[in-house]
């Protein structure tokens, strides 16, 4: 009688490098967070902290079809209430850009893209999210947070009792930092997606954040 095959559990690591193409390395089996650990160009950043110093709201959402001919994606009237703001230009590209190389790496068609400032943790319980890869970049302010594999009971997220007492455990990624979590609905990595959550965000203080979903 042959003996029972069992396919070995991946080995959940996370990586981080200074070159943009670390971000390919969230396709490799096992790593469920890539970070590119750029420094925001300085017009980008200005534009972002000016934006966030108007104190106005800004909450939009695009649907984005990926042109054939490798076209940039067109993205009009993102944020278009800050368009007189100096540095808009250039934001704009930078956003077009990161559309740009997320759909390439994927191979996705139409992708999910929306920019928010927050004044407050949209997700404050850490979690895992149900999508295949995500994209989170914050343009400004207090960058994403998660946890390395075995630091929280997975069976026990959303929990407030679960949650890591010992804040040497919370990873945080940088503002202006590109991250790709790797989710739930990435074939292969059922039951690994990265646990994360938005950060506290201090009393007076606000984030700009982009965040790209693969829906085709």
């Known amino acids: ?64 079809e990926m042109p054939d001919d490798e076209a940039q994606p067109h993205l ?43 004044d407050k943790a949209m997700c404050p319980r850490f979690h895992v999210d149900h999508v295949p890869v995500r994209l989170i970049t914050t343009y400004a302010g207090v960058g994403s947070q998660w946890l390395a594999e075995g630091a929280i009971d997975r069976r026990q997220l959303g ?11 919370i990873r945080q990624v940088g503002s202006g930092a590109v991250a790709l979590l790797k989710g739930e609905r990435w074939r292969g990595n059922e039951g690994f997606g990265l646990v994360h959550r938005s950060p506290p965000v201090p009393e007076g203080e606000r984030r700009l954040i982009l965040t790209l979903d693969w829906l085709s």
């Open 159 to 169: 929990n407030p009792a679960a949650e890591p007492g010992d804040s040497a455990l």
């Open 1 to 64: 009688m042959l003996a029972p095959h069992w396919k070995a559990l991946p080995t959940i690591r996370q990586v981080q490098g200074e070159a943009p193409t670390v971000l390919g390395e969230i396709l490799d089996e096992g790593v469920n967070l890539a970070v590119w650990q750029r420094r925001l160009p300085g017009h980008i950043a200005d534009f972002a902290a000016l934006l966030l110093s108007l104190g106005e709201p800004l909450a939009e959402s695009l649907s984005l």
């Open 76 to 118: 009009y009237g993102l944020a278009s209430g800050f368009r007189d703001l100096e540095g808009y230009e250039g934001f704009l590209s930078d956003v077009s850009w990161l559309v740009s190389a997320y759909a390439c790496l994927l191979g996705a068609r139409r992708i999910g893209l929306r920019l928010r400032v927050l």
